[in-house]
């Protein structure tokens, strides 16, 4: 069956567009002038004016091969990285190469365990230079050799750095306590590998890593050597010399591959090679059965067949893409020229099933699949997601016709045996979900086809319900209701008719009730109720159908009410693991704080709320700060997302937040300056194609209304009013329906200027539940009419559904069974938001890797260059209190209120200390543990900064929102600057702006934590 490939309409990464021009320029200076740069730069850098050189500081695909020090800003796309036997610059200008990715069982045919096929790695320019050519084999040679300027052969070694690190690793078949079942192998290897791999690998910035795929401990007790044992086994492959374990440490002029800490061994003959190949073969050659993992399920055994060898062959495992290096979810480990670790592979096969949507029959809601796909914005009836590395599975067109894929266009492919160079990579990864969504369905994590969605639950009360802070309000006569939910086929959504679902709670005639929430299996709802004013909200659990339903035990307060504020619970939010997460005004009951119980907030004297988990142990706080944290809900990485309220002088945000279940990484999720186009960020979810809906407005719009923001999460933050031309900006923002709220400047969205909306809630399709009143034309105007409405995310089209005649109703959530995935938990070795959570440490460690770095970020978050100021010399660590437990209003306070354009604001701040910053701008600090705090740049002279002329703020400068270190937590803050642009950078913009200066730094994994302050002891800033 014949398909032909429709070139993307998304501009790929890079687009070489000469190689193959007559003229060659005379000889410059250097190797790269004379022999080089004339094969790239001819008809690209001269005669097309402006594709692959720079203009106003970007280029096309942001290469830019003017020159070699241009050129080394894009380093990445020179060697040949993972599967690849040629490098990115080669693969997209050349012709395709050949591949051969080692697979879990062996060809039917050829009895080799191997798949073979050729790149498709598109190119806008088509090929423009072939294998055949002279100026081809001459930058293959030039690459292969070290890509120096002076074209002459790099043989640096690269040693050893850092200490080794203690803890076995974890992976799939290894138990600790297990001995080897192969004594010989595992005596050998401790006597004789083991001391090798120490001494050249297992550095803390090398292979003690733990993200690495040859993660590697000490060795210095029985676990940690039976773990470097499995692992090293696991990287050991047949034939023994294409064994990544071989070929990654050796020189590339020797043979070896590409290995991101460089050449380690320069030949075959060096005795470390010849120790580690020696133990390698005698394992292969005694016991062939330990090289080869045991038996798969489906999902495994498919992926490791069809689909790595599919990603490779799309380009997806360049280093600039999906490597190891890159900060999104998606980090793949590339292998070796086509041979992966059995680690590697099943770690690239669990992040490669998260980013599918297993709870929805459409393979086109997954993330993996979409990001391939044409967006609709671009194509119609495309059902994708903007993607840096464009539509890489449309393989439909014909006849001139883009044709986007979808699931029908797949009859009559054998996916499951087909020549891999002939069928479209989309039918593969859609047979995959197949595959996986059938067993997670016999597993039961997942409804089947039929129903894959049973009910939607939703409050129904007297219209007028105040915004999502308003809880303390009561507001009676509200109703919990349910009514059955179809799902067609083409993912649209209908409601069955509504009944009340508190009968057996006991919760009176006329209760509040807010906010019910459903555990992953779908098999219970948890939500808050309370059935008069003089009492709190409590948390009730039942099932979907009503039944059960009691008030969820070891939850509740002892006291209704201390320091004169009712202790509520509200807001639950179940994790993937069956924990219970909530919002309460409990208040601190954990923390190194001078105060317990109840506070008020600074920004509006009301009761303050703040997360708590409910887990095996008892109830844990998750976070301590004064103003609201509110509407939790989780990703599916088992991430807590939420709002959180930012109120300081001359400031006031409802923004999105993103915390580790573990209480690590308090991080910023989206909307922490109102240079997105809005202030308030509120109702946060994750959708089935892990994208986020949330509702902007305007601060002041009534009950909480706006419009719904989808927001591509992987794209970076953004902010209205970029220019559309921009080719080196996307926006990570769609409004599909403005309604009431109106457009932001630049940013994509519907034409429609009617209608509020508030309460997303996702459902197993492209479609969304919100709250609407499509008659509304004002946000300030409520109360509003709140009705049920789905919302296409693809389209934009919404229409009613149904709700309660004459109610108001909000906060629905949909009753599907979600797929089970590991709860994230934080770890030391990530490149960004670096946390590891002891319970026993004192305090909490705070380690600034640039400080003065981190104060472009305080104020601002744009795509601009990062204004470093280079008096910054210190920082200055503010306390943030709460009123005292005695005030009501701000007049009990008066002589700590601020007024500003905003209202009225309580300020009262303690300093912990001041700290002198090192050279290079880091500083290590221990500090209270869940003290909410604020971060005051000084001069070297410890002095206050101030805001300088077209700054965003006036006055000293000090931070706008509070920050969090959790109990016992260890965190490493921002990047040092030398890593910003090749990490942040592609999100954030570079230090200089210039689009061409954000390029990707292999180092930053290893290197981003060496600072001059790291190994110094902390500042203790403790009282």
């Known amino acids: 069956m014949p398909f032909m490939r429709a070139w993307s309409v998304v501009v790929a990464l890079l687009s070489l567009s000469s190689f193959g021009c007559e003229e060659i320029p005379p000889p410059g200076g250097s190797y790269f002038q004379e022999r080089i740069q004339p094969v790239m730069e001819v008809g690209c850098a001269i005669q097309t004016n402006g594709c692959h050189v720079a203009v106003d500081g970007a280029a096309t695909g942001n290469l830019d091969l003017s020159s070699y020090d241009a050129l080394m800003r894009r380093r990445d796309a020179l060697p040949a990285y993972g599967p690849y036997s040629v490098g990115l610059l080669l693969l997209k200008g050349g012709d395709p190469v050949d591949l051969a990715v080692e697979t879990w069982d062996p060809d039917p045919t050829s009895g080799v365990r191997v798949a073979r096929m050729q790149t498709d790695i598109r190119h806008n320019a088509g090929t423009l230079i072939r294998r055949s050519s002279a100026g081809y084999a001459e930058l293959k040679r030039w690459i292969e050799e070290g890509f120096q300027r002076t074209g002459v052969p790099d043989e640096t070694l690269r040693e050893n750095v850092g200490d080794c690190v203690r803890g076995a690793g974890e992976g799939y078949g290894f138990d600790p306590s297990m001995a080897p079942v192969d004594p010989e192998s595992y005596t050998r290897f401790v006597s004789t590998v083991q001391p090798v791999l120490r001494e050249s690998c297992a550095g803390a910035n090398c292979h003690g890593n733990r993200f690495a795929d040859l993660y590697l401990a000490c060795g210095d007790d029985e676990a940690e050597l039976r773990w470097n044992y499995f692992a090293s086994l696991s990287h050991v492959t047949t034939p023994v010399s294409t064994s990544g374990l071989l070929r990654r440490p050796l020189s590339t002029l020797s043979g070896g591959t590409y290995h991101e800490g460089g050449n380690v061994l320069s030949s075959i003959n060096d005795e470390r090679y010849r120790v580690i190949a020696e133990w390698a073969s005698d394992v292969a050659s005694r016991r062939p059965e330990l090289l080869v993992d045991d038996d798969p399920d489906p999902g495994l055994r498919f992926f490791a067949n069809r689909v790595q060898p599919v990603l490779a062959r799309k380009g997806c495992m360049f280093l600039n893409c999906h490597s190891p290096t890159m900060f999104h979810e998606l980090r793949l480990q590339g292998g070796d020229e086509g041979v992966f670790s059995r680690i590697g592979t099943r770690r690239n096969h669990e992040l490669s099933r998260l980013a599918l949507a297993l709870e929805s029959p459409n393979p086109n809601d997954s993330r993996l699949v979409a990001k391939n796909l044409y967006p609709p914005q671009d194509v119609p009836g495309g059902a994708g997601i903007p993607h840096r590395g464009a539509a890489l599975f449309e393989d439909f067109g014909a006849g001139g016709s883009l044709n986007p894929a979808t699931p029908d266009r797949c009859a009559g492919v054998d996916a499951d045996g087909g020549d891999l160079n002939e069928i479209p990579a989309y039918c593969v990864i859609a047979r995959w979900h197949e595959i996986e969504r059938q067993e997670a369905i016999r597993r039961g994590e997942v409804f089947p086809e039929a129903s894959p969605v049973e009910s939607l639950i939703w409050v129904a009360r007297p219209i ?226 892990r994208n986020l809906a949330f509702i902007a407005a305007p601060m002041g719009a009534a009950e909480s209304a706006g419009t719904v923001v989808i927001v591509n999460r992987s794209i970076g933050p953004d902010q209205e009013g970029r220019d559309p031309g921009d080719r080196a900006y996307m926006n990570s923002m769609y409004v599909p329906v403005p309604g009431a709220f109106g457009g932001i400047p630049s940013v994509p969205g519907g034409p429609t200027t009617r209608g509020v909306f508030r309460s997303p809630a996702m459902l197993p399709s492209h479609e969304l539940i919100v709250s609407c009143d499509l008659g509304a034309t004002d946000l300030r105007a409520g109360p509003f009419a709140w009705s049920l409405c789905a919302l296409d995310t693809l389209t934009g089209a919404v229409r009613e559904i149904g709700g309660d005649a004459g109610r108001a109703n909000v906060e629905s959530v949909a009753v599907f069974a979600r797929a089970e995935h590991h709860i994230f938990e934080s770890k030391p070795d990530e490149v960004n938001g670096a946390s590891e959570i002891d319970p026993s440490r004192d305090g909490a460690l705070l380690h600034f890797l640039d400080f003065p770095l981190l104060g472009t970020l305080l104020f601002e978050n744009t795509r601009a260059p990062r204004r470093i100021d280079p008096d910054v010399g210190g920082v200055r660590l503010l306390e943030v209190l709460p009123p005292p437990a005695s005030a009501r209003t701000f007049a009990d306070v008066a002589a700590n209120v601020v007024s500003d354009e905003y209202g009225e604001v309580y300020v009262r701040y303690e300093p912990l200390g001041d700290v002198t910053l090192a050279a290079d701008g880091s500083a290590r600090v221990r500090i209270p543990g869940g003290a909410p705090f604020l971060l005051q740049p000084l001069g070297a002279d410890g002095s206050a900064l101030a805001f300088g002329e077209g700054d965003p703020f006036t006055g000293e400068m000090i931070q706008k929102e509070q920050m969090q270190v959790y109990p016992g937590e260890a965190l490493n803050q921002s990047l040092p600057r030398r890593f910003f642009n090749g990490l942040c950078g592609t999100c954030h913009g570079s230090i200089s702006g210039r689009e061409l200066d954000a390029a990707i730094d292999v180092d930053v994994v290893t290197h981003a934590t060496q600072t001059q302050s790291r190994y110094t002891s902390p500042i203790d800033l403790r009282r």
């Open 464 to 689: 007028g319900v105040g915004d999502i802070r308003d809880f303390d309000t009561f507001r009676g006569g509200a109703d919990l209701r349910s009514a059955p939910l179809t799902l067609a086929g083409d993912g649209t959504v209908s409601l069955g008719a509504s009944s009340s679902l508190l009968g057996g709670c006991g919760l009176g005639a006329s209760p509040d009730v807010r906010t019910p929430a459903v555990s992953w299996d779908g098999t219970r709802v948890a939500f808050a109720a309370r059935a008069s004013a003089s009492e709190p909200l409590r948390l009730y659990w039942m099932s979907p159908d009503g039944s059960g339903c009691e008030r969820v035990p070891g939850v509740a307060h002892s006291t209704d009410e201390e320091n004169g504020i009712l202790v509520h619970d509200f807001d639950p939010a179940w994790a993937p693991d069956g924990n219970l997460v909530f919002a309460s005004t409990r208040g601190n009951v954990d923390g190194d704080v001078q105060y317990r119980g109840p506070t008020r907030t600074p920004a509006a004297m009301q009761p303050n709320a703040n997360l708590f988990i409910r887990e095996a142990g008892g109830l844990r706080q998750m976070t301590f700060l004064l103003n609201q944290e509110l509407a939790p809900s989780f990703m599916s990485d088992g991430r807590l997302i939420f709002t959180t309220e930012k109120r300081e002088p001359g400031f006031h945000q409802l923004a999105l937040r993103r915390q580790n279940l573990d209480g690590g990484d308090y991080h910023p999720l989206f909307a922490q300056r109102q240079s997105v186009g809005f202030e308030s960020a509120t109702e946060v979810v994750e959708l089935v194609n």
